[in-house]
């Protein structure tokens, strides 16, 4: 990015980062962004051209419309996981009726979305998602990587994407 400064996260958290403000962004091996119990946060906004590395944990559990990095049209960012991003449940589904089958729906959360690109415009830059690195979404109408706007550059995906739920997508 071209901000003179920049945000490491090198410890848990609960404060969301936004670049325009942070500028670049990095979440080391120790470093966590927890937004459990804030619905409706970004753990990351990408609203400025300014990179975002993850080599830690963005999380929230039980939390429903939620996005692990969100990324703004028309904003020129690298965007790099290495480490996690998982938006869970503690939700189970159970065998209610002893018929031995799970009833219930397969989750109970909505809206969660791991890296989200907004659409309207183009995002200039890559999205890697390292070998060893891992998006977990539960949620119904989640998704794990959702690329609205056209990509200017490279989407490598060598992690691994999990996505639980009803109208739910990889």
């Known amino acids: 990015g071209n901000n003179a400064w920049a945000l490491e996260v090198s410890e848990p958290t609960t404060t969301p980062a936004t670049t325009s403000i942070d ?3 990095t979440i080391n091996e120790d470093g ?3 937004i459990t ?3 409706g946060a970004d753990a990351v906004t990408v609203d400025s051209d ?3 590395t993850n080599e830690g944990v963005i999380s929230a559990e039980d939390t429903d419309d939620v996005v692990g990095i969100r990324i703004l049209p028309d904003v020129t960012s690298d965007i790099t996981v290495g480490g996690t991003i998982t938006l869970n449940e503690t939700y189970e589904r159970t065998d209610d009726d002893d018929d031995g089958d ?3 729906p397969v989750a109970e959360g ?4 791991g890296i989200l690109v907004e659409s309207g415009g183009t995002l200039t830059g890559s999205i890697i998602l390292e070998g060893g690195s891992g998006i977990v979404v ?3 109408n989640s998704a794990g990587v959702l690329v609205g706007s056209a990509l200017d550059g490279s989407f ?9 739920g009803d109208n739910a997508q990889a």
């Open 23 to 25: 500028g670049d962004v």
């Open 32 to 34: 966590e962004i927890d």
């Open 37 to 39: 119990d804030q619905a």
């Open 50 to 52: 300014n990179d975002v």
């Open 102 to 104: 799970l009833d219930g």
């Open 110 to 113: 909505s809206n969660r979305t």
């Open 138 to 140: 539960e949620g119904n």
């Open 156 to 164: 490598v995906s060598d992690g691994s994407i999990s996505v639980i």
